[in-house]
Structures are given as structure tokens and as C-alpha cells.
């Protein structure tokens, strides 16, 4: 192992924290219209794993950072890398993300529009999404070869999500577009969850059910514009379920099964976050 | 290269300016919403109960004492004690995300209620303004 895969390898397997927002929905993949509270910054790891068939078995690390420019208005970077047995370990690339919420007051559905720039390269396994027709197979090609291809492209994300009676439901629509000469590629998301208690409780806990949330989550690809279908594309659900400490901290977990011979048979998920309250506040003068 | 930092100078100003919170919300609460009283019968309990929350959720932005934290309002306060349960609920669950307040409506309900209850338990009510665009503005 040389010393850049060492680096790596500690980056990867050290860094403690990643991070959910305390109100936000149990969800690996899919988002909803909840932003990052303005001056939080959130730090986050989350993990993807899986020993697919006839491919080498792989962990992916996605270390995300948020920070939330104000209420309607969150950014976002991911640093990724993976590691596969009998393979490599390689840093795969990066996004920023950008999440605008257009509408000041909750409506029925509540749009986000969200851009993101990625630069990575076809080793990529942090199935943050499933665009074009990404199948398990592709996995099967070595890191070497795999890293050579890198992607530049700007996707949009049109989410759309709802709150009623403590749950939430929330639908993203995935449009991806290779800064090279490449169709259109899309895929979705779909989620639901749900707080384990409507009500708080009086007592002071730290396990109490108001801090745990279920849910579950489908996603998957579309193809792309010549292409467009079902017909090729792997699709993954699962149920999720969150602790949301009252010490700022989530952990998110939950398995992710794939629904196609296209797909993994199941990909386990870890993510785990650390809020860190009002960082803006470290940047004014006191008044 | 200054025009662009002249860009960025003005959109941070700009977010600094939404950012103020002015009591401007009050106006767009619908009447139906207003007139809400809060559901939970034992309001002591959903006070103690709405601290936690409080504490979990809303000190970091408006302080453990609720004495506010730079442009983000003091919630013991004139404004607060003059809002009717129903307009404090309706704030939670809409936020005034262009002045800084984000959305709480991923919380259920009933745990919106309790931090309206402990609110109301630091800001004993009083007459409830009847035109919130003449009231008082801070």
C-alpha cells in the first residue's frame, strides 16, 4: 500500500462524524424540503458496503460537510472515496451542492431546486444516487481502469416533499447532464419516515422514542434522454432507521435491497452526523 | 475580479438584511390559523415537556434563556406575549425562512403545541393585537 492509499485509508476509516439534522427525515438517498438551519454546519460520514456477485466486495466513504447560508439556502461539498478487497483504495472525487427552497411558507408540496457540480471518476461506489443505466456489473471492471474515467457534470434535482401528521413523504426527480458531449441522464428517489413519538417527553433521556424515526427509501435510474425506462437500471429499497441524540449527534442506519439482477443484493449503510450549532456566531462581533 | 466581490459584498448584505426579523410574519398568518388554541389539556405538562424541546431545538438560535443571540429575537418578549397560540404555532410550522426562521414542520404536532405551551408559560398572554401590522415592530 503506498503512501496515498495510506492517507486515504485513515481519511476514510478515522473520520468520526457525519452528520443529520435533528428534525431531518431518516434518509440516506433521497432529501427533503428541510435545509440546514442557518449558521449550522453539519459534518457527515456515510458509508456504503456490499459484496455484489461476481465482483469484488467494496466500502465507499462519502464525508460530507453543510452549512446552512440561510433558511432557504443550503451548500454542501462530498469528498468520496472506496475501497475494494482484492483491489484498491482510491479517492473517487467531489461534489458542491446547492439547495434553494423558492417558497417562504409550508404548503401541501414544498419544491427544493437543487444543482450540484460533481467531479468524479467512474470508480465511484457511494450510490448517492442512480442515474442513466448504472448497473451492479459495471463494479465488476478493476479501480485502475475505472479511475481513469473521470465525469465532470452538473446534475438537478427537483425534490418534492410533504409533512403531514409527523410524517414525511418526499419524491426527487434526478436530471444529469455530462459536461462532455452525453445525452441527459435521469433517475429518482422516494422516501417516507416518521418520528417514533408525536409528542416530546417530560422526562430528561436520551433514548427516548421521540429521538428515534423509521423509514424507508426507494431509488433508482431512469436511462437516459434516447433511452428513457425502467428497462436496465438498477433499483434499490430499504427501511432506515435514525437515533436523533439530543447531544447533536445521528446515526443513521438501515440496509438497501436491490429489487433487479441489475442490482446489489443488498448494500449496508451506516451514516453518521455531528451538528455543530451556530458556527456563524464564532465569526461575529459580540454586540 | 472587484466586480465580482462587489456581487458577493451585495449578497451577503442582502442575506444579512433578510435576516433581520422584524414581527413582519404576524401578517401573513391566516385567521383561521390565528384563532387555533392549543389542543394539549395538561398545559404544565406540555410546558415542561416543550423545555426539552426548546432546549434541544430553539437555545442555540435564541439563547438558553430565550434572551435572543445577535439579530435573532429575544421569545420573552412583547411581540411574543401580544401573539395568540395559534400565530406561534403557525410561525413553528411555517418558519419566516427569508428572515432567517426555518421551518419546523417536520416536528409533529403535538410537540409543536409543547414548545407554544412553554413559550407561553415564559410569556404570560395578553390581549392578542387586533391588526398585527400596527403593532408593535422591534
Known sequence: MNFRSTVLSVALFATPVAAAQAQEPPYFVTYSHIMEEPGNLEIASQNVGAAPKNANPFYAQT??????????????????????????????????????????????????????????????????????????????????????????????????????????????????????????????????????????????CRFCREYFAVGGELFGGLGTRYDFGFKGTSIYAGPTLAYNSPRNYTVTVGPEFGLNANSAAVLWRLKVAYEFSQVRDLFRRTR | MRRLAAVAMLGVSVCLLLGAADGSWLRRVPDADRARLNPLPDKAAAAEAGAHVYAAECARCHGDQAQGRGNRPPLKSDRVAHATDGELAWLLKNGNSWKGMPSWSSMPDARRWQVVAYLRSMNPPVAPRRDPSQGEQK
Open chain 1, 63 to 204: 464525508l460530507e460537510v453543510e452549512y446552512g447560508v440561510t433558511a432557504w439556502y443550503t451548500a454542501e461539498v462530498y469528498l468520496q472515496g472506496q475501497s475494494t478487497l482484492h483491489d484498491s483504495t482510491v479517492f473517487t472525487g467531489f461534489r458542491f451542492e446547492n439547495r434553494f427552497r423558492p417558497l417562504r411558507s409550508e404548503h401541501r408540496i414544498n419544491p427544493v431546486l437543487y444543482v450540484e457540480y460533481e467531479d468524479h471518476n467512474q470508480a465511484d461506489k457511494s450510490f448517492l444516487e442512480i442515474t442513466d443505466h448504472a448497473v451492479i456489473t459495471d463494479q465488476q471492471v478493476a479501480n485502475a481502469l475505472l479511475r481513469a474515467s473521470v465525469e465532470r457534470a452538473v446534475e438537478g434535482k427537483l425534490i418534492l416533499s410533504s409533512n403531514f401528521n409527523g410524517f414525511n413523504l418526499s419524491e426527487n426527480i434526478i436530471a444529469e447532464k455530462n459536461l462532455t458531449n452525453e445525452p441527459w441522464e435521469f433517475g429518482y428517489a422516494v422516501g417516507a419516515g416518521r418520528s417514533l413519538a408525536s409528542a416530546a417527553s417530560a422526562k430528561d
